[in-house]
């Protein structure tokens, strides 16, 4: 089946740093990829939609200058946060959308800025 | 816009049957889903519904009625792993992504 495979699962790393997150395709190719936030006890929130050769849409309220998005290939898009700050410190999950509509996930990337 | 309301938490006993309810108003509706997410873990697809009706999958079924905006998952001889967060998504027509509900955060107990 569709998988969706992310990269790194756990990254701690100190205030004033960026940080990237890879978020692959690995059975289809997706033209479109999705960035979600989720804070303890809370629901996935979106943050930017990913476009293959284009820009990537943020959500209201995210700064596009902080986190960085590449979308290269029709397998690969990456996140960076830059100049992390304790309060990026979250769980971040990508995901990509087959034709049919269905969401398939990334496991998670869980960053904790110090 | 949208809207997706669900229960913030609850619990049941193992072994029973527990229905987790979500509502949603959105100005097009495409389709809902229902998920489920373990503490740290990435969210995994239980259901897809675009038409009215029952979709029953093993223990997990998952219930449409459009008229209503109202959608409903059923999880019958609850084991202790259904321990976990239930979001429902709806598919908003012309819009190229989900939109998830706050999740219900299910407790089973012995």
């Known amino acids: 089946g569709a998988v969706v495979s992310q990269h790194p699962s756990w990254v701690i790393c100190k205030s004033g740093t960026s940080v990237k997150i890879e978020c692959r395709s690995l059975d289809f190719q997706a033209t479109t990829m999705f960035w979600y936030r989720q804070f303890p006890k809370q629901s996935l929130m979106l943050m930017a939609t990913?476009?293959?050769?284009?820009?990537?849409?943020?959500e209201q309220g995210v700064e596009k200058d902080k986190f960085l998005i590449n979308h290269a290939s029709l397998t690969l898009s990456t996140l960076t946060v830059t100049s992390a700050h304790p309060e990026d410190s979250s769980f971040y999950i990508c995901s990509a959308r087959l034709g049919t509509g269905e969401l398939f996930f990334g496991e998670g990337s869980r960053l904790t800025v110090l | 816009g949208q809207n997706i309301d669900q229960p913030t938490e609850m619990t049941a006993t193992e072994g029973a049957i527990v229905q987790i309810n979500c509502t949603y108003q959105?100005?097009?509706?495409?389709?809902l889903f229902w998920y489920q997410q373990h503490a740290g873990e990435a969210p995994t697809f239980l259901s897809y519904n675009v038409l009215d009706g029952l979709e029953e999958k093993g223990r997990f079924s998952s219930f449409l009625s459009r008229s209503k905006g109202y959608s409903y998952l059923l999880l019958k001889e609850l084991q202790m792993k259904d321990s976990a967060s239930y979001l429902c998504?709806?598919?908003?027509?012309?819009?190229?992504?989900?939109?998830f509900g706050t999740g219900t955060r299910l407790t089973v107990i012995p």
């Open positions: 990913s476009n293959e050769g284009s820009k990537a849409t943020y």
């Open positions: 998504a709806v598919y908003q027509t012309g819009a190229n992504n989900l939109f």
């Open positions: 959105t100005s097009g509706f495409n389709g």
